[in-house]
């Protein structure tokens, strides 16, 4: 590897002094003793962020607030600007999240940024060769070729695939611009991250989020982790999670490797991939068995508890034993510790997870456990408690509280008409649009059955191949996909890569939009029908920004786009105005430069349209509040809390870094703490939500399936149902536009107006109302397949249909028939996502230059592999040339019937520019090849998906290892 | 009066990000394959895995300033970021001669004496570099910049502390008071 040196990054380093310090402090007291008005804070905060400098060698040096744009920690940092430069970051240290500290990642992001490699102009491919064309060519191809298709073969032949690592401002424009575009084809990262997370934690208590902040994890009892891996893929969440732990809290990590989080455990136990269920209903039962769970809390704000021990009775710790490797003693230790958290400041336990609890067939299952295991004991609610799902992306909170799903509106409206109707409303406020208009661009399948696809889920992203393939899997609408828009999204994070690559050679015109060239130019081997457009990274854009604990940042631009680069939103307001829609796309903010290339698209407006109609999650917030909070933390580190995250002095004493949602109206602090009802509604507290409603519920009577009612206790006293802006009830919340008023007088009687009702530990209308063990697909146990069966076959899921048992029957006993290891997949701490821009980094390439495969030494030495040889892995669907890590991260399995089988291989999935051991480093167009390459461990994931969601199985399945 | 500028590692705390690495070669412009920080790990893989940041720990009285024959390697007194004076050991890259003797006086393998490198930095082949407190980036200037540990500043979860002695060494103190941090077993309940 050849030394590189940044160019721009030869300038000198910062030269603040004390006395600049002083300056800036004193700048951010008076305003704050001036009274915070909205107009003013704007006017103080520019004055801040570029101070006006005496000394000359000082002069054009600014520090700029910004979030990184890695992980959904929502670390705050600033940017360190000369002459119009970024020449690196400085630790933000008042930021209440991480109190100035970052990971590999994070303090890369000044590389990142100015990165060489980054793509420069719009590019197009034809005659097998890239060239660079104007903004003006590219905009104009793309939208004429979406007004062919959409006239030829309908709406829903076009397929949005977008990003959560852009702005809520823009991941709304996204799903707006879907939605104008007459379909629901539109989804994103969220679908194959944690949108196991959000079914299985909506389906148990309303809200499918985080339910406490990071820092909230401090005053924890007990932390558990299933499927996390903090140390790698949320390095700064282990900063509160250590602090919990030197204050005595207890720190398990359930995972089948030892991986760098479990060596900062207290404890460590190993399970089999893809049997958490199985463990988390031992630890429940031997909880009920010994009369160690919280019975007045389930009595009081739970449902169904009866028919879900019936279910989990079966599971004793010695049947469990043989299920998931972990030893029956193990599991009553954790089971006590569970009902009883040792030591620590808290008394509550929490649950964290991440990819390894999510990315299974039984995902949502996976997440309903241990929603579960919070309820039996009464852990949710309180500080230190709580299901813990760290999300992945910087803003995949956001782009999820934003929608952009193929099976709902922004801020977790469905599909109904009266949702379309409620955005619709919002919509024609900013520009005259009727639902009848909206309706007459969606397609209707079968044609003329009057059955509009705009009330039909659209294609995942997790499967959006098989929408072009359109072969195997018949899709149920007019026309398979011709054309694909690559919204900031890595490709190489979807498993089935080889029947992806070959859609991604099929349709008609891919279009990548990244800061990266990414996989999405480089995959497909075709010659032609490939445009892709340089989008600005966060540092060069306005917008806010949703953490994984629903806390909202803004960030301020560091320096103007680079290159050719241009902000998300003003790409989608250029295409709007060539479809002939753009005026709904259209925010202009005169205060802002005309060279401003988001004048036209201004983040601010963009907001206050949002949080108009964001009632679900009342994501109710401005630009302002969030400019007035940073403002105050920039000048006074002890305002905000890192303990609690609520300013204790000045202007917003009481407020809530970011105003999680809920937050009310203008003045309510947020809630940081979702369901906690010992507090008032005005000082963050919150309820059950009472939306699982079977037939024959009523207005002010929600009902089970079995004729329970859903109101469960609340702060007042009995529960209530979700109230109308009147007091009455109904779900007019939902619906109510503008309605701060009414709702303050709601609040001001301590009723929250998404009402009081009961969490659920039966949910009634799941394919598995209370969870049970599922052998993965392709299981290591072909003696509990039939006891523990997988699903039947789906025809119709996201309008494909998706094959279990089939496949479980027709591999049952794979692991005798050649593939005897278990292959799961994971995090690196250097690299994120699919890696385009962590791969394009030097300094995260130097540390980690190369894919490989973790095997077990004992492994290793049996197959005559030695650490840092090649090897193949192979599955059913392909194989992968990488490096073996000979450690004992992952275990050795057992020897049956003379052969050893049940050994874990391991494999990073960041991967890409090798497809089979094949290098396609040479389709990157010039100048934006990636620093290191390595063969993508999703070619061999097995293809199978969740249940609920048609999440990717990414965690659990056979393959075989030789040396290559 | 000058502080001694060190660096004290809670090693239970340590995991091995990166940030530490990351940050030096960002502010110092360290070339590949140079490191200033690098994080070694004992037992990888097992129970008893901890992590240690390894650098320059700026002695109090350091032998690679023994050991020098050039001068090179000096204990200077220079300002910090918060305007206090720090006492801090760098190296002058025009004096040093590259002979390696600092190496063998180190007892923590800091000097790094880079190799392979291209352009513009051709002229620093083999010349000793290592952890300036961020005093002296990678390519000497005309001039010091101000003594800030950024390695320890932004270390995600503040097992890495660097700066005034008089400031981190409480810190240390308290991560390191409770017995809790290292792993042990629970009292037995079952």
């Not at chain 1, 207005?699 to 007091?727: E, R, T, W």
């Not at chain 1, 991260?889 to 520019?913: C, D, L, Q, S």
């Not at chain 2, 540990?149 to 981190?168: P, Q, V």
Request: hydrophobic content about 35%; glycine content about 8%.
């Amino acid at each position: 590897m050849a030394a590189r040196m940044n160019s721009i990054g030869k300038s000198n380093g910062i030269r603040l002094s004390r006395r600049t310090f002083t300056k800036l402090s004193a700048l951010g007291t008076a305003a704050a003793l001036s009274g915070i008005s909205s107009v003013s804070v704007s006017a103080e905060l520019e004055g801040l962020i570029a101070p006006a400098s005496a000394s000359p060698e000082e002069a054009g040096v600014r520090l700029i607030k910004s979030n990184c744009t890695h992980c959904a920690v929502g670390c705050g940092f600033h940017g360190r600007c000369e002459n119009g430069v970024c020449t690196g970051i400085e630790p933000w240290l008042e930021n209440p999240i991480n109190t100035g500290s970052m990971c590999s990642k994070g303090t890369s992001i000044s590389e990142i940024l100015n990165s060489e490699l980054r793509l420069k102009h719009p590019m197009k491919k034809t005659g097998g060769q890239w060239v660079q064309i104007t903004w003006a060519a590219a905009l104009d191809e793309i939208a004429n070729k979406m007004k062919e298709i959409q006239a030829r073969d309908g709406p829903d032949s076009i397929m949005y695939i977008g990003s959560a690592k852009t702005s809520n401002e823009s991941c709304y424009l996204f799903r707006k611009f879907a939605a104008f575009n007459g379909t629901n084809n539109v989804d994103h990262q969220a679908r194959i991250c944690h949108s196991t997370t959000v079914a299985g934690l909506a389906n148990t208590w309303s809200y499918g989020a985080m339910t406490n902040p990071w820092n909230d994890m401090r005053h924890s009892g007990l932390i558990m982790f299933f499927g996390e891996n903090a140390a790698e893929s949320h390095p700064v969440a282990m900063l509160h999670i250590l602090e919990a732990k030197r204050r005595g809290a207890k720190f398990i990590v359930c995972d089948p490797r030892f991986t760098k989080s479990a060596a900062a455990a207290d404890q460590w136990v190993r399970f089999r991939s893809g049997t958490d269920i199985a463990l988390l209903w031992a630890i429940a039962n031997v909880i009920v068995n010994n009369n160690w769970h919280n019975t007045d809390f389930i009595e009081k704000r739970t449902y169904g508890f009866d028919q879900w021990w019936d279910v989990v009775k079966n599971y004793t710790p010695e049947v469990v034993e043989d299920i998931t490797w972990v030893p029956a003693a193990t599991i009553r230790q954790l089971a006590y510790d569970w009902a009883h958290p040792p030591q620590g400041e808290g008394t509550a336990a929490c649950i964290c997870w991440a990819m390894g609890a999510t990315q299974h067939t039984v995902g949502t299952n996976n997440i309903r456990a241990m929603a579960c295991l919070e309820l039996l004991c009464g852990h949710v609610g309180k500080p230190g408690g709580g299901t813990n799902a760290f999300r992945g992306h910087d803003n995949v909170q956001g782009s999820t509280d934003m929608c952009v799903l193929s099976h709902w509106l922004p801020a977790y409206y469905g599909l109904t008409e009266k949702a379309w109707r409620h955005w619709v409303t919002v919509w024609n406020m900013h520009e005259p649009i009727t639902y009848e208009e909206l309706k007459a661009k969606f397609a209707e399948h079968p044609a003329g059955s009057g059955n509009s696809l705009m009330h039909v889920s659209g294609i995942t992203v997790s499967r959006w191949y098989e929408g072009v393939l359109n072969r195997e899997y018949p899709i149920a609408q007019p026309n398979p996909i011709k054309m694909v828009f690559v919204w900031g999204h890595s490709l190489n994070s979807i498993t089935e890569m080889k029947r992806m690559k070959e859609a991604m050679e099929k349709v008609e015109l891919l279009v990548g939009v990244d800061p990266h060239a990414t996989i999405a130019a480089s995959l497909a081997d075709r010659p032609d029908g490939i445009i892709i457009l340089p989008a600005s990274t966060q540092f060069e854009q306005e917008g806010s920004c949703n953490n994984s604990s629903r806390e909202t940042q803004w960030r301020n631009k560091i320096v103007e786009p680079l290159y050719e680069s241009r902000p998300d939103g003003w790409i989608i307001r250029e295409l709007a105005n060539r479809l002939g829609f753009g005026a709904h796309f259209t925010y202009e903010d005169a205060s802002r430069a005309s060279s401003d290339y988001q004048r036209m698209v201004s983040p601010e407006q963009v907001l206050d349209e949002i949080s108009r109609g964001s009632n679900i999650i009342m994501m109710r917030r401005s630009a302002n509040r969030l400019k007035a909070q940073q403002l105050q933390c920039a000048t006074d580190c002890s305002v905000f809390s890192p303990e609690d995250l609520q300013a204790k002095s000045g202007p917003l004493t009481g407020e809530y870094w970011g105003l999680p949602w809920p937050c009310w109206n203008d003045q309510h602090p947020g809630t940081p703490i979702l369901y906690r009802n010992d507090i008032p509604i005005w000082e963050g507290g919150n309820e059950f939500r009472p939306r699982f409603r079977a037939t024959g519920s009523t207005a002010g009577n929600p009902i089970s399936d079995d004729g329970v009612s859903q109101l469960g206790a609340s702060y007042i006293g009995p529960g209530y149902d979700q109230k109308n802006s009147d007091g009455t009830d109904g779900d007019g919340w939902i619906y109510e536009i503008d309605a701060d008023e009414a709702f303050k007088n709601l609040l001001n009687q301590n009723i929250c107006p998404s009402g009081a009702g009961r969490a659920r530990f039966r949910a009634w209308d799941l394919p598995d109302p209370v969870p049970v063990h599922r052998e993965p697909l392709e299981s290591p146990r072909p003696d509990l397949i039939d006891k523990y069966p997988t699903y039947d076959d789906v025809t119709n899921l996201y309008r494909l249909p998706v094959l279990y048992k089939t496949i479980q029957q027709q591999r049952k006993n794979l692991v005798n028939e050649g593939y005897p290891f278990i292959l799961t997949t994971g995090r690196q701490v250097e690299h994120m996502g699919g890696g385009a821009e962590t791969r394009s980094c030097h300094y995260l390439v130097e540390l980690q230059p190369e894919c490989y495969a973790e095997i077990h030494p004992t492994v290793a030495i049996e197959l005559g592999i030695n650490h840092w040889d090649w090897v193949w892995v192979e599955t059913l669907r392909g194989r992968c040339k990488v490096r073996a890590y000979v450690t004992e991260r992952v275990n050795e399995g057992v020897m049956r019937g003379g052969k050893r089988v049940e050994a874990t291989i391991f494999i990073p999935y960041h991967w890409a520019g090798w497809f089979e051991g094949q290098s396609y480093a040479n389709r990157w167009p010039a100048g934006t090849e990636e620093l290191a390459y390595g063969d993508s461990v999703n070619i061999i994931c097995v293809d199978g998906y969740d249940r609920s969601t048609v999440m990717q199985e990414t965690k659990a399945c056979l393959c075989k290892v030789y040396k290559a | 009066m000058a502080t001694y500028y060190k660096f004290l590692n809670v090693i239970e705390k340590c995991i091995n990000c990166g940030a530490c690495f990351a940050i030096c070669k960002d502010q110092n412009k360290v070339p590949h394959g140079t490191a200033r920080v690098q994080i070694v790990t004992i037992n990888e893989g097992k129970p008893g895995e901890k992590n240690i940041p390894v650098s320059c720990m700026h002695c109090t009285n350091p032998p690679c300033v023994a050991a020098c024959p050039v001068k090179a390697i000096e204990q200077r007194t220079v300002k910090d970021w918060q305007g206090k004076d720090a006492v801090v050991v760098t190296v002058d890259k025009h004096k040093c001669i590259g002979c390696g003797y600092c190496g063998w006086a180190c007892p923590f393998g800091a000097p790094q004496y880079p190799h392979g490198l291209e352009g513009d930095l051709k002229e620093w082949e083999g010349i000793m570099d290592k952890c300036t407190m961020c005093v002296v980036p990678f390519v000497p200037r005309a001039g010091d910049l101000q003594a800030k540990a950024r390695c320890g500043l932004f270390c995600s979860t503040k097992a890495r502390l660097g700066g005034d002695i008089t400031e981190i060494m409480p810190q240390y103190t308290e991560a390191k008071s409770h017995n809790t941090m290292a792993y042990q077993e629970r009292p037995g309940v079952l």
